[in-house]
């Protein structure tokens, strides 16, 4: 099945020169100063309209689909992973709106002048996310927050931060679930508020932006603050159900991120391997390194495929929680094996930072963890194939 149309290609297009034109040469420069994604870039990018892609026209986006979303990271991801996420931090969030704030905040996202950031998991609360005991109690008419949330990207930099805590105590250990609540928490940009602190986190890579733990100490929020009390089956403590049935598209996106770091290391490694000469002949001329392109270029298209499927399969409205985990284990495994191999091939150079593939390297690694570890993605494809063990 071929899944992609002359409008398709020519949004990939369009995608593809503008990262290699705009953004490549500012990742080359930015990353190994560990400096922030500049605020003009991101401004091309609103230009670009890649903050709306899936945000409906009538506010303002582009009205397109996971598919469409999946070719655009790829291309973006290919020069700088942090700007294939950042991307996400407008039209991966918003929801749990009402219809009220979906007219006052979609617009301004589709504009990249409204972007969040999600606090969601903890130190004792990762993978298990049902674990969350960051703690939101009634106040007055409005609630209060305290608690510890970690791995919260762009904490800093957003314009809202979407918080899950506990409202609720489970009346059965069994289903710990229940009782979490999301919150939409309104904040300056660049600032943190009266209540909310925060340290950055020494990461080795993902650079572009920073990575916060953050520390809730008695922050106050409104009574509206509460987000999905219009969803169906939504208000307090439903939220997350409501999360976890969002992640197919996080992973897809993070699959088709993967892809992108993936193809920037064959793609570099097709032209160093036509360069670099070694006794006399390119060293693309022998066979280690040709098989060892082949074998990438294979994973690489595999990949897509598989990812391109599961877009297609979420642009369709039908359930494919089992493949969107395929396509993200098999991608990010995938990305840190191909990129390893562009290093190799790059001998002695690929190990310094006057390349980009220590950059493709750092960062594929990191898409084994986040959006879900490589094993939580494969207990959710074995429970779809499996019966669940006895608890």
């Not at 990207?153 to 105590?169: N, P, Y």
């Not at 360069?275 to 990438?296: L, N, S, T, W, Y």
């Not at 990010?332 to 220590?358: C, N, W």
Request: proline letters at 4%; hydrophobic letters at 40%; one cysteine or more.
């Amino acid at each position: 099945m071929s899944y992609m149309t002359d409008e398709r290609r020519m949004i990939q297009q369009s995608a593809r020169e503008f990262a290699m034109n705009e953004v490549l040469p500012l990742a080359n420069k930015l990353d190994p100063e560990q400096a922030d994604i500049p605020m003009e870039l991101r401004d091309k990018l609103a230009q670009m309209g890649y903050f709306g892609i899936v945000i409906p026209e009538e506010y303002g986006g582009l009205g397109m689909g996971a598919f469409e979303y999946v070719l655009i990271t790829e291309e973006l991801a290919r020069a700088w992973m942090s700007v294939a996420s950042i991307i996400a931090r407008g039209n991966g969030l918003g929801g749990g709106f009402t219809a009220e704030q979906r007219k006052e905040y979609l617009p301004k996202m589709a504009r990249g002048e409204f972007l969040g950031a999600a606090a969601l998991s903890e130190p004792d609360a990762g993978s298990d996310l049902a674990n969350v005991s960051c703690k939101a109690t009634r106040d007055g008419d409005g609630w209060t927050l305290n608690g510890t949330k970690t791995w919260c990207t762009f904490a800093d930099g957003a314009d809202f931060i979407s918080v899950l805590a506990r409202t609720k105590q489970p009346s059965d250990p069994r289903r710990r679930h229940e009782g979490i609540s999301q919150f939409l928490v309104l904040k300056e940009r660049g600032k943190f508020p009266p209540g909310l602190s925060g340290s950055p986190i020494r990461k080795i890579g993902y650079f572009g932006w920073k990575t916060w733990e953050l520390h809730f100490d008695n922050l106050r929020l409104p009574a509206d603050a509460m987000l999905g009390r219009e969803r169906e089956g939504g208000g307090e403590g439903r939220a997350f159900q409501a999360t976890v049935s969002g992640l197919e598209t996080a992973r897809v996106h993070t699959a088709a991120r993967a892809i992108g770091l993936a193809r920037g290391g064959l793609e570099d490694s097709i032209v160093y391997a036509q360069r670099r000469v070694a006794f006399g002949h390119p060293i693309g001329d022998f066979q280690a390194i040709r098989f060892k392109i082949a074998e990438m270029a294979t994973e690489i298209e595999a990949a897509r495929q598989l990812t391109y499927f599961v877009a297609d399969e979420i642009d369709s409205h039908r359930r494919c929680d089992k493949e969107a985990s395929m396509a993200k284990l098999f991608a990010s495994e995938m990305a840190e094996r191909v990129t390893s191999q562009a290093m190799q091939i790059h001998g002695g150079y690929g190990y310094t930072k006057d390349f980009p593939l220590e950059r493709y390297w750092r960062d594929a690694r990191l898409t084994k963890i986040f959006e879900g570890t490589s094993e939580i993605q494969m207990r959710i494809i074995s429970d779809r194939l499996l019966p669940r063990p006895k608890s």
